[in-house]
């Protein structure tokens, strides 16, 4: 997943953890109602989540693809690492860091719908997030 500068660098120095997902993504826009809300017009989750990063890219044999991941899936929730600490995507870094080999929840919202799924982030030959 990709951000710009702080997340740039927190992805390099989490390469490994990275090469795990291998999703990228944009940050979701931020508007008046707070991050992201603009990227699903407004709506968030059941669990009250909103997305912080859009799904724009997915490498074949991927464990992103793997997982059911999709294009334009809008992620809410990754492990632990949710909208609103303004460093959401080293958030994820952190969690397929930690949690190699393991399963970790992920919640999108998939037009308009709360999807629920579990990542196992492993290394693999792609490149990462």
Known sequence: MSNGTPAQAATTANQSAAAAAQATASPAAATEDGPAAAAVGGVSSSAGLRPFAVVDEIADGSPAAAAGIQLGDQLCRLGSAVAGSGSELQQVAQELQQHEDQEVPVMF?????????????????????
């Open 109 to 129: 919202m998939r037009a308009g719908h709360e999807v629920q799924l579990t990542l196992v982030p492993r290394k693999w030959e792609g490149r990462g997030l």
